[in-house]
Each structure stands twice: as C-alpha cells, then as structure tokens.
C-alpha cells in the first residue's frame, strides 16, 4: 500500500536543521526498501523549507507512522503537523522529474 505523508515544518526548522541533516538523510537512505519518493516542500521562491512531502510503501497506517517516527528530523521536532494518507498509484511518469 502506498501512504502518502506530508509535514509542516515548525518555526524553528532552518536553526535545527543542519545539526540533524546527516542523520536524516542516513534514515532515509536506510529505508530505500519502502521509500518511494521524498522531498522538502519550499515557498514559491524555493529559498526556505515548508515542511517535507514522501511517499512509502508499505501494509498499515501503523507501518507508514513507525517510518515517520524513526525520522531523526521528527525525533527533533522539526515538524508541527504530519498527515498520512492512503493513496493509490495512478500515473506514474518518474522521468518527468528530470531536471527539477
């Protein structure tokens, strides 16, 4: 099952966020078997962070929250709010994404 998984970055992101990159992007890496996608979310402007937007696969809601609550970025609070959705795969066109 695919889960989609957007967050709201707090207002203190940008001050936490580099002590805890490193370890984020090891998390995330780690779990290539069910990350289907991931990325920041940015103002129009793409200068700051909005909060992060991924995409996994995997059996529950349960499974999909135990993924987000093993992100050190959400161990650290760098998040205000966090929403799983159930999805479904619907066009797929990962090569449109070149370049971006």
Do not use: C
């Not at 936490?16 to 920041?40: M, N, P, T, W």
């Not at 050190?72 to 929403?83: H, R, Y």
């Amino acid at each position: 099952m695919l889960w989609a998984i957007s967050r709201v970055a707090g207002p203190d992101f940008a001050a936490k966020r580099e002590q805890g990159l490193q370890a984020h992007l090891d998390y995330l890496r780690s779990q290539k078997k069910i990350l289907v996608v991931s990325g920041a979310t940015l103002t129009d402007d793409g200068r700051d962070v909005t909060g992060s937007l991924l995409i996994v696969n995997v059996g529950s809601r349960a499974e999909a929250r135990a993924f987000v609550d093993g992100d050190p970025f959400q161990k650290a609070g760098l998040f205000t709010n966090v929403t799983i959705t159930r999805m479904r795969k619907g066009q797929w066109n990962p090569q449109a994404a070149e370049g971006a």
